[in-house]
């Protein structure tokens, strides 16, 4: 693995645990895509650093379970915004 990867893949891990970001946040700061940002955090990162890989996995875990809940109020302000 290039040694730009490995450094890019640690940089995001620091990233989401520090900010508690989402994959699509991450990938929009970094400007990298999605899969990418998931693939780095979830097999890249566990050759490098397992520890880090583990607490960013805990973190992205939150948000996918929390992601249901933050759509619906997103919803609902994009509703009570719109004037009928």
């Known amino acids: 693995m290039k040694d730009y990867i490995q450094e890019r ?5 620091a990233y989401i645990i520090e900010n508690k970001a989402t994959v699509r946040q991450t990938a929009k700061q970094f400007g990298i895509s999605k ?20 607490a960013a996995r805990q973190v992205l875990d939150t948000n996918k379970s929390e992601r ?5 109020l997103a919803t609902r302000e994009k509703y009570l915004h719109q004037h009928i």
């Open 9 to 13: 893949a640690v940089e995001i891990a």
């Open 35 to 54: 899969s990418t940002v998931h693939k780095d955090v979830t097999e890249r990162l566990l050759q490098i650093n397992p520890s880090l890989a583990l």
């Open 68 to 72: 249901h809940i933050r759509g619906g």
